[in-house]
């Protein structure tokens, strides 16, 4: 909302009414592994304000279907900002498969632990590159957080995460041991947007000022499938 307010471009994939996705509820919406071609539209807004800035072809929370496929129909449109040299301002876009679930009827034998984990790490290295190899890689950055963050305490904290930032100006090869948040993750995306805080929570958050160095523009990145996903 406050990047629309901003009158910034924004473009939704996934962040949607989950319930459609449930098997055997009323209106359940199968998995469908490209639904741009059927010109069959999957998506139900959960929110109002994101219905005409969502792609209808994308799907939502779903454990049954790859984001290998979610990839696919990201990349369709990728392709079409690439060439009109239109990338959103920003997107948005949820591969839920590091979640995992469904195992009885996931589709296409991604339907273990193991390989919906793989599944998802090689869908985000896929955006990964394709953004690498786009005329947007030195205007893009990416910024990524696993779900669930409460499932998995260490000998640090019960809700420690999984974050990733990725794209021109962030360090390489460095290790940074500042205590950043979520909210953390959000302050910087809205400073570099150039919005204001949406409150006085992520006001008082830091940036995560400490990833990140001005001299290092310079990136590359190649996805690869781990072995597991090729069985």
């Not at 876009?93 to 195992?103: P, T």
Request: a negative charge; glycine letters at 6%.
């Amino acid at each position: 909302n406050a990047a629309l307010r901003a009158g910034l471009s924004v473009r939704n994939y996934g962040f949607s009414d989950a319930s459609v996705y449930e098997a055997g509820a009323p209106g359940d919406v199968p998995p469908v592994r490209d639904p741009a071609s059927e010109k069959r539209v999957i998506y139900t807004p959960a929110a109002a304000a994101l219905a005409p800035y969502s792609d209808p072809y994308f799907r939502g929370f779903d454990m049954r279907l790859a984001d290998y496929w979610r990839v696919l129909e990201w990349q369709r449109e990728f392709a079409q900002q690439e060439a009109a040299n239109a990338m959103p301002a920003l997107t948005l876009l949820r591969l839920s498969h590091d979640h995992f679930g469904d195992f009885d009827k996931a589709i296409d034998g991604v339907n273990t632990v193991e390989t919906q984990m793989a599944d998802n790490d090689y869908a985000i290295g896929m955006v990964v590159e394709s953004v690498a190899k786009s005329r947007f890689k030195d205007s893009t950055l990416i910024f990524m957080i696993e779900d669930d963050a409460q499932n998995g305490t260490d000998h640090v904290d019960a809700r420690r995460s999984i974050a990733n930032a990725v794209g021109p100006y962030v360090r390489q090869q460095a290790l940074v041991s500042t205590r950043y948040t979520t909210v953390s993750m959000l302050r910087t995306i809205e400073a570099v947007l150039g919005l204001e805080p949406l409150g006085l929570n992520d006001a008082m958050a830091l940036p995560m000022a400490d990833v990140f160095d001005l001299n290092q523009k310079s990136w590359s990145y190649r996805a690869s499938a781990a072995d597991v996903l090729r069985t």
